[in-house]
């Protein structure tokens, strides 16, 4: 079986599409292979393109902020993009790219095997719900819903919210934001009680 480690060392030299052309670094992911949740979001931005790092720009803060709020530290999870590399511009990614690079995050998603994967913004949650076979029309209409799946033997939880850079835009959503972390801090809570006691 692969380990993230070896997905990570095909990355760092993949060539498949032009973004390695245009990027900085390769993101390929980072935090706990052996993590229970996994956060998936669309494609690094600039401050992750220079670092190659995945969310450590002003969403990064945010993402952090609000797992901090249910307990659980960036080293807890697991953090990655659809995309390993940055788009030119932060333009949106194309369906190639995500189709080339989707395989990527497949074979990270099968080495760590999670029992949830929460999706960041439209992006992610299409590429999931596509790969699970999850019927997806749009991140407003199934944001902060939990869905379930079967794979790696056993019944695992998909969790679309927006991606946290649309928060920082739309500062009114913070709050039902807030409740959705918190959805996912209680259904974490049933397997980790240890880090949810004050739930």
């Known amino acids: 079986m692969e380990t993230i480690e070896e997905i990570t060392k095909e990355i760092l030299n993949c060539k498949k599409c032009d973004l390695y052309k245009t990027k900085t670094n390769y993101v390929p992911g980072s935090g706990n292979e052996h993590a229970e949740v996994v956060f998936v979001g669309e494609a690094p931005g600039r401050e992750e393109d220079l670092k190659g790092e995945p969310f450590v720009g002003a969403a990064g803060k945010l993402l952090t902020e609000m797992l901090s709020k249910i307990g659980l530290r960036?080293?807890?999870?697991?953090?990655?993009?659809?995309?390993?590399?940055?788009?030119?511009?932060?333009?949106?990614?194309?369906?190639?790219?995500?189709?080339?690079?989707?395989?990527?995050?497949?074979?990270?998603?099968?080495?760590?095997?999670?029992?949830?994967?929460?999706?960041?913004?439209?992006?992610?949650?299409?590429?999931?719900?596509?790969?699970?076979?999850?019927?997806?029309s749009s991140i407003s209409?199934?944001?902060?819903?939990?869905?379930?799946?079967?794979?790696?033997?056993?019944?695992?939880?998909?969790?679309?919210?927006y991606h946290p850079a649309a928060i920082l835009y739309r500062p009114q959503l913070r709050e039902e934001y807030e409740q959705q972390f918190r959805k996912i801090g209680e259904l974490l809570s049933k397997k980790q009680p240890t880090l949810f006691d004050y739930i």
């Open 74 to 136: 960036r080293e807890d999870v697991f953090i990655c993009n659809v995309l390993k590399c940055r788009p030119p511009n932060n333009r949106d990614p194309s369906p190639e790219e995500i189709e080339i690079c989707g395989e990527y995050l497949k074979r990270q998603l099968d080495a760590i095997k999670p029992n949830m994967i929460v999706c960041l913004g439209r992006f992610a949650t299409k590429f999931i719900f596509d790969l699970f076979g999850l019927e997806f």
């Open 141 to 161: 209409k199934v944001k902060g819903r939990i869905f379930e799946a079967q794979r790696w033997g056993k019944k695992i939880k998909i969790v679309p919210i």
